[in-house]
């Protein structure tokens, strides 16, 4: 069975078998064209751009594999996501994004060049941008709580030892 745009992209850009130096080209050149690709998209925001595979890749001036590694990175941030996983060439897709989401996907991924795109500006001012980056970075925070041991104040408030309150129903 021939393996899909998808698998074939990810059979290369996460190559086991590759050189180091073949993937950092590949890498590279993805991360430049990827970027160039968004400066267009957050040009016009509200504008949807469909077509195929084939028809985006032609339209932003990029291989079939970078448009489908590019549309395999902006999925989560869809309105609708596109079937990725099946995609061929004549796929219809959709790269009708959710703006706000689309900035902390960004911010998630750790890709400074793309959240800090100028473009932006246009879109959110600098008060929105920090608001957004914020939000994402506290809600991957992991809290743990404090432990409570048996002698410790029961946090209830009560004043008396944890077991000897709710501790008891433990």
Excluded: H
Aim: aromatic fraction near 10%; charge should be neutral; include cysteine.
């Amino acid at each position: 069975m021939a393996q899909t745009l998808l698998e074939k992209w990810r059979s290369t850009a996460y190559s086991e078998t590759a050189g180091q130096e073949e993937l950092k080209a590949l890498w590279s050149d993805y991360f430049e064209k990827e970027k160039g690709i968004y400066k267009k998209l957050l040009k016009t925001p509200d504008e949807v751009v469909t077509g195929t595979v084939a028809d985006l890749a032609k339209k932003f001036k990029v291989t079939q594999m970078i448009m489908t590694g590019f549309l395999d990175g902006i999925n989560d941030s869809l309105k609708t996501p596109n079937p990725i996983e099946t995609m061929k060439a004549d796929t219809e897709v959709s790269l009708c994004f959710d703006k706000e989401l689309l900035y902390k996907n960004m911010v998630a991924a750790g890709a400074d060049w793309l959240y800090g795109l100028e473009e932006w500006d246009d879109i959110f001012d600098k008060e929105k941008q920090e608001a957004l980056y914020k939000e994402q970075k506290q809600s991957q925070t992991i809290r743990k709580e404090a432990k409570v041991y048996p002698n410790d104040p029961c946090p209830c408030g009560s004043g008396k030892k944890y077991k000897k309150c709710c501790g008891k129903n433990a």
